[in-house]
């Protein structure tokens, strides 16, 4: 069959080529680490990882950007990055890779570290131990009470700051940048922790404060969820080595940083190398 010149299936051929393509040149992802079992990417927020029947109009995701750096061939996810979160995220380059991976992070054998902006000023460090309900796969099922799961997560406070702007009544207001450590996964499990010790991250329209979300939009142009994964250790699936990788926060992180000014630390992983 000829469709203008060319047959189907050539036009089929030439719209992919186009796809990838544009891919190629606009690929939001930034290689981390690569060998022949690892991809590892640096994955902006607002990105998705993969196709959500909660999204089911997104027609871009993380999966087939990294498959664009990996030569066009197939990659397989090991674990979850939320939309809004921005950070590393790993990739296997084959099945066999992939499932020793996904059974290392469900035993917790992979150590992730995450930067955050919370409202108010928690302990210096602590751990949150406190039950979390599921969300259930389907959204049918939304209404039905879901299982609690245990749940860990271990915080540092980094850095303070008071601004004198005047949200929820008071004439000052008080933020602290944090590192958190999930020791379980469950879904927005750092999310929900801080919100539960009354230190919500700054950005999150599910868990967070409304109105001081809209004061660092308004401020800064944009709205983001303040968290950031930048760090993950475990020992190679395939090598038996320590592999510790690292990535700074993009742009637009740091740019809501900057409230902190000299009080902000000069973070280590910015000057840390990926390295096995």
């Not at 090598?239 to 637009?252: F, K, N, R």
Request: contains cysteine; hydrophobic residues 35%; positive net charge.
């Amino acid at each position: 069959m000829q469709v203008a010149g060319e047959t189907a299936s050539s036009t089929r051929l030439s719209m992919e080529n186009r796809f990838r393509l544009k891919v190629t040149l606009n690929n939001p992802l930034t290689e981390i680490y690569r060998d022949q079992w690892l991809l590892v990417v640096h994955k902006p927020a607002g990105l998705l990882v993969h196709r959500s029947p909660i999204d089911r109009h997104e027609t871009e995701f993380a999966l087939q950007y990294a498959r664009s750096l990996n030569g066009g061939e197939h990659v397989y996810p090991v674990h979850r990055l939320d939309r809004p979160t921005s950070g590393l995220l790993l990739f296997a380059r084959d099945p066999e890779s992939a499932s020793v991976l996904g059974k290392m992070f469900m035993d917790g054998l992979v150590q992730k570290t995450y930067l955050a902006m919370v409202r108010g000023w928690p302990h210096e460090s602590g751990v949150i131990d406190h039950p979390l309900r599921e969300h259930p796969t389907d959204r049918r099922l939304k209404h039905e009470e879901q299982p609690l799961r245990e749940a860990q997560s271990c915080y540092q406070r980094l850095a303070t700051v008071e601004i004198p702007i005047e949200i929820e009544g008071y004439p000052a207001s008080r933020y602290s940048l944090v590192e958190l450590s999930p020791q379980t996964g469950r879904k927005h499990q750092l999310r929900r922790h801080m919100q539960h010790i009354s230190h919500p991250i700054i950005g999150d329209t599910n868990y967070g404060r409304t109105r001081h979300n809209h004061y660092f939009a308004k401020r800064f142009g944009q709205g983001r969820l303040m968290l950031a994964a930048t760090a993950m250790e475990f020992i190679h699936p395939c090598t038996g080595t320590p592999l510790a990788l690292s990535s700074m926060p993009e742009a637009s992180f740091i740019q809501v940083l900057s409230v902190f000014g000299e009080g902000l630390p000069m973070l280590d992983l910015m000057h840390q190398s990926n390295q096995l």
